[in-house]
């Protein structure tokens, strides 16, 4: 009898605790509750990227951005590999101008930024409206002829999104240890932040060549790297993702709102809306919402989207799209 009733007391107190808030709900700081976001970044469509970049990326299910120059002789001599196979692994392109050699005067930089997100936006399926990730080439000296404002105005013009500078981040050129490297991933993660790296060429071994891609990053360096940024992913504290993807989560974040619309034992019911224009802004975010303790499963609606996710410590966590119709959480018995 006296043992009966300390269980009582004790499953009371558990559940006490737990009910304290049922329905409050946070959005998630990065996907999945992960605690930082890192980058990776791949310049001027060298014949290495997809020879070695993007399959060993796809074998980890790691993705990145690759910043394509359709004008430069690498990347017509090898055009049927980014329109056919780079993208197909689940990798994205950025814009990196047609050429890589400068612009000449506003009408120029407008063909070389312009017709390179006009060629991505034909090869990958989406949306003619997406964002796309525009990284500035490096140029040499007098070949670069328009004004930051003009260069403002064509970004608009073309929907593209400036991704952090290459400062301080470039492997090989700045970092060049897979150490220095993860140690950046590390960064991000004590901070709650975003970190990335810019590659230029990767080490071919196989197959082999007479020459190296430039700033060729060593197998032995880039190979580790890429296990110990799936090692942090796998643990929870990384999100890998496209520069697009990072900016919008962001954006839509930052903007965010969370009403709870109810909130009893057997129903959750709460709205998600966000200030991000709905046309280029699109990522579900990540909610992470308190449960009442009697529940172990919990069934997630939101319009015609319905999954079923095991609760941890009293919390479920599950993707809605902002500014759709509510999300409706309920036990699964
Ligand atoms: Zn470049």
Same mark, same amino acid.
């Given at each position: 009898m006296k043992r009966k009733l300390l269980l009582g007391s004790l499953l009371c107190a558990l559940a006490l605790r737990a009910d304290a808030d049922p329905g409050a709900t946070r959005v998630a700081r990065w996907p999945g509750d992960a605690q930082a976001a890192f980058l990776l970044m791949f310049d001027d469509s060298w014949p290495s990227h997809f020879q070695v970049a993007a399959p060993e990326l796809a074998k980890r299910g790691l993705t990145a951005t690759f910043y394509i120059n359709p004008g430069k002789g690498e990347y017509q001599k090898f055009r049927g590999e980014w329109e056919s196979n780079v993208w197909q692994q689940g990798m994205a392109y950025?814009?990196?101008?047609?050429?890589?050699k400068g612009v000449k005067d506003p009408a120029n930089a407008d063909w070389e930024i312009g017709e390179c997100a006009r060629i991505i936006r034909g090869i990958a399926p989406g949306t003619a409206t997406r964002l796309l990730? =525009?990284?500035q080439p490096g140029v040499g000296k007098g070949a670069w002829n328009i004004t930051a404002p003009q260069l403002d105005e064509l970004l608009q013009k073309?929907?593209?999104i400036s991704r952090p500078p290459f400062t301080g981040h470039g492997a090989v050129y700045?970092?060049?240890?897979t150490a220095e490297m993860l140690a950046l991933a590390d960064q991000a993660i004590a901070k709650g932040g975003l970190e990335y790296l810019v590659i230029h060429g990767v080490e071919r071994i196989n197959p082999k060549g007479s020459y190296q891609d430039f700033w060729a990053l060593k197998q032995d360096v880039f190979l580790p790297l890429l296990d110990g940024l799936k090692e942090r992913r796998e643990r929870g504290a990384l999100w890998i993702a496209d520069h697009i993807a990072a900016h919008? =989560?962001?954006r839509e974040r930052d903007t965010a709102a969370v009403q709870i619309l109810a909130a009893t034992g057997r129903t959750i019911s709460v709205r998600l809306t966000c200030q991000a224009d709905p046309q280029r802004y699109d990522q579900p975010l990540t909610l992470v919402t308190s449960l009442p303790a009697a529940w172990r499963q919990c069934r997630v609606t939101q319009g015609t989207n319905q999954f079923c996710r095991v609760t941890t410590g009293q919390e479920v966590r599950y993707p809605a799209q902002p500014n759709g119709t509510p999300i409706t959480l309920e036990p699964v018995d």
């Open positions: 950025g814009v990196h101008t047609m050429t890589h990730s =525009y990284g073309h929907r593209l700045h970092l060049k240890t919008q =989560y962001e």
